[in-house]
T-cell receptor, first 115, second 107 residues
């Protein structure tokens, strides 16, 4: 079974803190993704990575950065947390299928509250 | 990614078939149709995907209209464990999740 794990299920941080969300996958997938999920807005892509040390901005990258130093690990960084970054954060990794589409595997999510 | 339109919610009874519709009238020739679902308190999980032909797997069937402007996810016998939010995505490459359809399954 593919496993995508996230470092915490629940996290509470203060405004202005630097926050690290860690994601690890065990299936040697090349692609990894960070989303946030908010009521009424669905899942929105923050950043993704197609390879080690490679990253691309998603739809809402402002206020976030990422790091991919090893293939299995993809970190999301909130440089200075703000209350509008309170959300559910979901990490995913993907397998590239024979038809060149992706089958994404998601972690359980981290519910981050910034106070 | 093509915009997709799904009903906000649907209901079904256990052990009955469920047909979840999705409209994607602006779909391009290279866009695949993907379905994911999200069970309560979990991340989304892959259900099925297809391009032009109908597809079947152990979880569901995907029926794609001939003009590809719409598709239907078919759960052949709904169980209580199928209660989830179902997302239809029309894209090639990265996925854009919309609001999805909340499926309620009654015992």
């Amino acid at each position: 079974d593919v496993k995508v794990t996230q470092s915490s299920r629940y996290l509470v941080k203060r405004t202005g803190e630097k926050v690290f969300l860690e994601c690890v996958q065990d299936m040697d997938h090349e692609n990894m993704f960070w989303y946030r999920q908010d009521p009424g807005l669905g899942l929105r892509l923050i950043y993704f990575s197609y390879d080690v040390k490679m990253k691309e901005k998603g739809d809402i990258p402002e206020g976030y950065s990422v790091s991919r130093e090893k293939k299995e690990r993809f970190s999301l960084i909130l440089e200075s947390a703000s209350t509008n970054q309170t959300s559910m954060y979901l990490c995913a990794s993907s397998l590239v299928l024979r038809d060149r589409t992706y089958e994404q595997y998601f972690g359980p999510g981290t519910r981050l509250t910034v106070t | 990614d093509a915009k997709t339109t799904q009903p906000n919610s649907m209901e079904s009874n256990e052990e009955e078939p469920v047909h979840l519709p999705c409209n994607h009238s602006t779909i391009s020739g290279t866009d695949y149709i993907h379905w994911y679902r999200q069970l309560p308190s979990q991340g989304p999980e892959y259900v099925i995907h297809g391009l032009t032909s109908n597809v079947n797997n152990r979880m569901a069937s995907l029926a794609i209209a001939e003009d590809r402007k719409s598709s239907t996810l078919i759960l052949h016998r709904a169980t209580l464990r199928d209660a989830a939010v179902y997302y239809c995505i029309a894209s090639y490459g990265k996925l854009t999740f919309g609001q999805g359809t909340i499926l309620t399954v009654h015992p």
